[in-house]
Nanobody
Framework: QVQLVESGGGLVQPGGSLRLSCTTSGIIFVIHAMGWYRQAPGKQRELVAAISSGGMTNYTDSVKGRFTISRDNAKKTVYLQMNSLKPEDTAVYYC???????????WGKGTLVTVSS
């Protein structure tokens, strides 16, 4: 049974930091690309950051320089360090695991991040 479990969300003031974690089970973690997506109220889900199985990263423009994605293959966990948070970062953040060759794509249930004073 595949599980992706996000944690670390919460309420933070503008300018603050949070670190999200996504712990996985039931997949061969090392061969999956991992991504963090977010969905704000009334908006479509968007890719925030991704990291390949080889460690290459990419970010959406609005978070470059503020967010850092990383992975720990031994712990089967992916992280999203979020600094200098802004109210527009408020959203539900979802973890995704994808393996294109095997046509596998799995999602977590999400964790809410609220940036507000």
């Amino acid at each position: 049974q595949v599980q992706l479990v996000e944690s670390g969300g919460g309420l933070v003031q503008p300018g603050g930091s949070l670190r999200l974690s996504c712990t996985t089970s039931g997949i061969i973690f090392v061969i999956h690309a991992m991504g963090w997506y977010r969905q704000a109220p009334g908006k479509q889900r968007e890719l925030v950051a991704a990291i390949s199985s080889g460690g290459m990263t990419n970010y959406t423009d609005s978070v470059k320089g503020r967010f850092t994605i990383s992975r720990d293959n031994a712990k089967k966990t992916v992280y999203l360090q979020m600094n200098s948070l802004k109210p527009e970062d408020t959203a539900v953040y979802y973890c995704n695991a994808e393996q294109v060759v095997l046509r596998q794509s799995y999602w977590g249930k999400g964790t809410l991040v609220t940036v507000s004073s």
